[in-house]
């Protein structure tokens, strides 16, 4: 067959040096993206805490700072750092999550943001490269060299990993690890040895560092060996013989199911192994030492008080199994309770509506929404292409053993996607970069069936590749927000998805670049991430805007007039209602019906005029009269909590606000009319969303009607 030449002409030892030229090439374009891109946004939500996490496991050997992501990723992106001399913010004793932000904020900004934060950046790009390179081998090795290097170049272009290829963060790094794992497990199959082996072992366990999906490694690997063991007994089977064969065809047929119980022990025994290795690995990240911290010092919450507060006991059980017999480390253990406590209390944004947690069809939709057109086509053709060349009488060498490989590709897609859809944290497509690496692969195998079948198909793959291309351009630097043109493109995407599949945080350095641009130094700044990161870190003059993160998890005052003029910038985030709630639970929901003067990196929308916003301004006021009331302040505290309900009379949470105070003061009967108000309230507006707070307020009323003691604000 004619196309098959494609394959015989890099097979000459001076060619091989072509195949060496293309791969650093494309590797060498993906880096200057992602070096551009580093340099481009502003630090997001998560990397200066990782970062500061990861330096002091290097310097102190602790492990409390940020124990809900195992260490590989942080120890990484810390690496360049080791010889700087930097000043790290002294522990103030707050529970660890909150600690690790605000202390890795100051370590970040106090040692010259860039200065830190840009090396990290790009230790942490070393992952996007080695996934790349690990695409082309996989793809190569199975379907050959175009294969593989069609993959590497889809791959190279696509938006969403070079939006998160550069950042002091887990998911890239998660998926090079995984594809790797499932790689050398792949290699080892294929021609089973110690050293093989090993490195599968080795592999698993960096996955199993570097994020806690890793440990849908175990059964996405014991699956593929099942299905390596049914395949080859399929493929076994005779026939219904003639009366002289049968003997024969019978003593074969046993011989052959011997052979696949075999071979599936074998890979059993091979699979064992190297989770073993990989359990040493983990180990080994932690130094081999059970305690999150040296000296005696514990986590906050520790360990067993934290387990309790776990809203899946049985789970919980679990965890507690594992301390007491010191099966993996205790900073691992915090980090897999914690995971899951997150995933249960996170709220999710899809199709313009707040959530109290995940949807079912979510990454689903998500996939078609934030992959590139030409890759959504290209995935189209695949199940086309290879059921056509499954009926062919005569396929191509190679195509039916290629076939047999699928299993180590379609496997994994599955079982990720099966598990992420029914777990409860829908807050990015993100956590899918894993199943991407793996299609990507596969794609690879597409093209080049399809030039096994017609060289003239290589027009159509040049025209997806230039469309990719060209998509990724488009949209650089912003590449977070992306999201393809059947959906409306990066500036419809906030109509379906939110968080990190438009807003991380990353757009600060172009919103100080649009705010020096025209001279505007008079602004207010509604932030999704500010408290881990300040606007005014990025020396940036707005006034900040309540924030949930502002109010309830870090108590810093926002003093907010009900009436705000200039100019406005709101995160997509906040406009959304993924802190607050939608519809009249965000404060900031009436910036929807307002056209913006422009919108920044799809991230940040910008607005001016003069605009009320009550709820807003009586949210900030019913903290302050909170923490007031707790310093024991209850006159100054009750004028708070009374003019915030005057601005916000329909508000539950301000109205409950009111009640706490008048409680704290000795108003009971003043206090239980006001929790009644309250209640209805959070009855009459998205009540899914405020479960706990209803709760809260039924168990404030029954100890006031029963003339207990002032209830818990």
Partial sequence: MKALKLQDAFRSPVRRWVRVVCVLSLLLLQALQLVHVARATSSSWDEPHHLLDGYTIWKLHDYRLNPEVPPLIKLTAA?????????????????????????????????????????????????????????????????????????????????????????????VGAACCFLASVYSFYRYCRRPGWMRLAVAGVALGLALSAKYTGIFLLPILALIVLLEAALNSASRSVRRPSADSRPQVEAANQGGLAQTWSVLWRRAEGLLAAGLIAWVVVWSFYGFRYRAAPAGKDLNPPLAEYLTQ?????????????????LLPEGYLWGLENTTQVADDDTSYFWGRVYPHGNWEYFPVALLIKSTLPFLLLLVLTPLVWWGYQRTPVAPPGVHSAARDLIFLLAPIAVYMAISMSANMDIGIRHMLPVYAFLYVLLGGTAMLLL??????????????????????????????????????????????????????????????YLDQRHITHCWFAYFPDGSIDPS????????????????????????????????????????????????????????????VAVIQHGVYVFQGT?????????????????????????????????????????????????????????????????????????????DLQVQD?????????????GGNQPAG
């Fill in 79 to 171: 690496l360049p750092l080791l010889g700087m001399h930097l000043e790290i913010p002294p522990n103030q004793g707050r529970e660890d999550p909150t600690e690790a932000f605000l202390d890795g904020k100051a370590f970040v900004f106090g040692n010259g943001g860039d200065r830190v934060l840009f090396p990290a950046r790009m230790a942490a790009m070393s992952y996007a490269l080695a996934l790349g390179l690990l695409i082309y081998l996989f793809a190569q090795e199975i379907f050959g060299f175009f294969a593989g290097i069609f993959a590497l170049a889809m791959f190279v272009f696509d938006p969403n990993f070079l939006a998160h290829g550069a950042m002091v963060t887990t998911d």
């Fill in 611 to 687: 605009f009320k916003i009550p709820l807003a301004a009586a949210l900030a006021e019913a903290q302050e009269a909170e923490d007031l009331s707790d310093a024991g302040q209850s006159t100054a505290a009750l004028a708070k909590a009374e003019d915030a309900a005057r601005l916000a009379p329909d508000s539950g949470q301000v109205q409950d606000t009111l009640g706490d105070v008048l409680a704290a003061d000795g108003q009971k009967a003043a206090a239980l009319a006001q929790y009644q108000r309250a209640l209805l309230l959070r009855q009459s507006v998205r009540p």
């Fill in 537 to 596: 870190d990025y020396a940036i003059p707005c006034r900040r805007l309540p924030t949930a993160n502002l109010l309830w998890w870090l108590d810093v005052p926002v003093p907010t007039p009900p009436v705000i003029s200039g100019t406005v910038l709101i995160s997509a985030s906040d406009l959304e209602g993924i802190e607050f709630g939608d519809g009249r639970l965000n404060p900031y929901q009436q910036f929807w019906k307002i056209k913006p």
């Fill in 452 to 513: 096994q079948w017609d060289l003239r198909w290589a027009w159509l793959l040049s025209a997806l590749l230039a469309w990719q291309v060209v998509t990724s351009v488009q949209v650089s630097p912003a590449y977070m927000a992306y999201g393809n043109r059947a959906w409306g493109g990066p500036a419809k995407v906030d109509r379906y998805l939110g968080d990190a599949n438009t807003d991380w945080g990353q757009q600060l350095k172009a919103v100080k670049a």
């Fill in 694 to 706: 209803i709760q809260q307020l039924k168990t404030k009323i029954a100890q006031l009607q029963s």
């Fill in 310 to 326: 776990m809203d899946d006991q049985r789970d919980a059980r679990i965890l507690r199994l594992m301390a007491h017999y010191r």
